[in-house]
Nanobody, 124 residues
Framework: QVQLVESGGGSVQAGGSLTLSCAASGRTVNRYVMGWFRQAPGKEREFVAAIRAIGGARDTADSVKGRFTISRDNAQDRVNLRMNSLKPEDTAVYYC?????????????????WGQGTQVTVSS
């Protein structure tokens, strides 16, 4: 069993930056695909970014490409999401997730483990 705990959310003004962190426990996640998703009120869950375990290949949603960067530290079982140039439309609850499915990293159904989420609010 894997437990995931996100941290680092908060309120910022447009153009600001935040770094979200996800700490894993219970079992090492260095063989897992790690992903970030977000969900705004009244909207469906949306893929943000993912990083594979082997080789560390990244996949990033077009809506955040060039602004958000996902990274992982396998030694500490941690994955981070650096968010720059934040926009009001980035406001959402952000979730960390872990998957053993190597392909189709954008499909949230492939992720077996989820954190509780952390709120990010961007004001204009």
């Amino acid at each position: 069993q894997v437990q995931l705990v996100e941290s680092g959310g908060g309120s910022v003004q447009a153009g600001g930056s935040l770094t979200l962190s996800c700490a894993a426990s219970g079992r090492t996640v260095n063989r897992y695909v790690m992903g970030w998703f977000r969900q705004a009120p009244g909207k469906e869950r949306e893929f943000v970014a993912a990083i594979r375990a082997i080789g560390g290949a990244r996949d990033t949603a077009d809506s955040v490409k060039g602004r958000f960067t996902i990274s992982r530290d396998n030694a500490q079982d941690r994955v981070n999401l650096r968010m720059n140039s934040l926009k009001p439309e980035d406001t959402a609850v952000y979730y960390c997730a872990a998957s053993l499915v190597y392909d189709n990293t954008r499909n949230w159904n492939n992720y077996a483990y989820w954190g509780q989420g952390t709120q990010v609010t961007v004001s204009s």
